[in-house]
């Protein structure tokens, strides 16, 4: 589990295609690596990682082909810069939201302006996934735990602040990057409480209409509607 709280930029080292899968070897800058052991998992932007190597001043983890086929680790190259971020500890000051590092779809930078001294971004969510993204409410971007300040149909707002721009790789963004999705936890497991979980256990079978809406969030506290 992790909260989105990234705490070091990495890079890629090199990548190895092993039969279908990868093995992703990653420089992890300043990330402190001394409570890490093999076996324990690393969020690479985003996707939960479980390290298999630890040459002291990085690490080593196989993805599979499923994880690159649904996130954007395979386009990643030599000196990709990569957000990095250790799963927490109980004793963790708790400063995103909850993270599982279980990537539910890739988006795409759209269009990228500035408020201020912040940078807006506006982001294009796979069209399924739209329906658990809700204004103020949490999504996890490359990682990163974000609020989302406006959204409309599939295309989703962000405001970035400094800090978060320079602790990050959000500024390596252009029109067109490619960025792994996590929604909120929370909406997915409304939805299945709301729905009885009907429709799911059949793949050809039609699942029914959310009931999970933004009236439904407003009316029980999730935010407040303006």
Known sequence: MFTGIIEAVGSIRRLENRGGDMRLHVATGDLDLSDVKLGDSIATNGVCLTAVAL???????????????????????????????????????????????????????????????????????????????????????????????????????????PHTAQETVITHYRPGSRVNLEVDIIARYLERLLTGGAGQSEQNEAKPESQLTEGFLAEHGFFRRR
Not at 145 to 151: E, G, M, Q
């Open 55 to 161: 040459p002291g001043d990085g690490f080593a983890a196989d993805v599979s082909l499923v994880s690159l086929q649904r996130t954007g680790l395979g386009e990643l190259s030599t000196g990709s810069p990569v957000n990095l971020e250790k799963a927490m500890q109980p004793t963790s000051r708790f400063g995103g939201h909850i993270v599982s590092g279980h990537v539910d779809g890739v988006g795409r930078i759209v269009d990228i302006g500035s408020a201020g001294r912040s940078l807006v971004y506006r982001v294009e969510a796979p069209t399924e996934l739209s329906r658990y993204i809700a204004e103020k409410g949490s999504i996890t971007v490359d990682g990163v735990s974000l609020t989302v300040n406006a959204i409309e149909g599939n295309i989703f707002s962000l405001n970035i602040v």
